[in-house]
């Protein structure tokens, strides 16, 4: 049986919790937006959907658009802070062997495409941002119509991921090397919770068979 294995990007494959932290901070503050100050504000935003969280915030929603402009100039301005995390590349390498993987991220298409293609990785279906759908969950089910045949699993690193994939009706796997800890994310009750990448490749042999 293959699998169809979305991944969340930031926090799952690349370690860029200071580069978004510091880039969102700062859009907000330029837009004149007080209530995300903080590392704690900020990581509260995903405990559900980023956009949700926006407005759980008060962050008017016309502000919005200028506010993911601003974000995505300060994220490219220090991209090359971004990195892989360990053990990552070969993971997917490995899983892409087998069953077909695919993106579904809040961040933005072109930015972790350009990322991808500075490590050479050309192994995903596709690399659906937030610019092409806000709700991961219509993102996934997207996905899933169009790869029926696949069975989805969904893996990402924050509370809202779990939830998302929940609600999307696939299984969820969290991840502890991201930006939510593992207390944080089993408030969401994913179906399986992993601390290394190799985990997954063992998880996706046992439930492709």
Known sequence: MKLAIIFDFDGVIVNSLEVWRDAFISACDHHGCESVTTQEDFLNLFESNIFDGLKKAGIEENKIPSIRK???????????????????KEMLETLAADHKIFIVTSNFSDIVERFLDSYNIKIFEEVLGSDKER?????????KINFSDLTPLYVGDTKGDMIEGALAGVKTIA???????????????????????????????????
């Open 175 to 209: 991840v502890t090397w991201g930006w939510h800890d593992r207390k944080k994310l089993k408030e969401a009750d994913p179906d399986f919770v992993i601390d290394v990448p190799k985990e997954l490749v063992l998880l996706a042999d046992q439930l492709s068979k």
């Open 135 to 143: 709700s991961k969950v219509k993102k996934i089910e997207l996905i």
């Open 70 to 88: 601003k974000l995505a100039e300060e994220y490219l301005e220090n991209s090359h802070k971004v990195e892989l995390f360990e053990g990552v």
